[in-house]
């Protein structure tokens, strides 16, 4: 029994030493507005269709 409490106090512990909260500088999430930014300035009307089949292979990818 006591074998047991101490496997699962350190496994505890190793879990709890490895999770590191990300301050909130360090977290970098873009807005939809900022998407859509990059978007307009990335697609234009001649190289759509190529932006499409990386979008196409993107998802593809990551369904599998």
């Known amino acids: 029994m006591k074998w047991i409490v101490t496997s699962l106090v350190i496994m505890i512990s190793l ?3 490895g999770c590191k909260d990300k301050s909130a500088d360090e977290v970098s999430v ?6 859509k930014q990059q978007a307009d300035k990335e697609i234009t009307a001649e ?4 932006e499409l089949q990386k979008l196409e292979k993107s998802i ?4 599998q």
């Open 15 to 17: 879990v709890f030493a």
């Open 30 to 35: 873009k807005s939809v507005e900022k998407y």
């Open 47 to 50: 190289n759509v269709d190529q």
């Open 60 to 63: 593809d990818a990551d369904a």
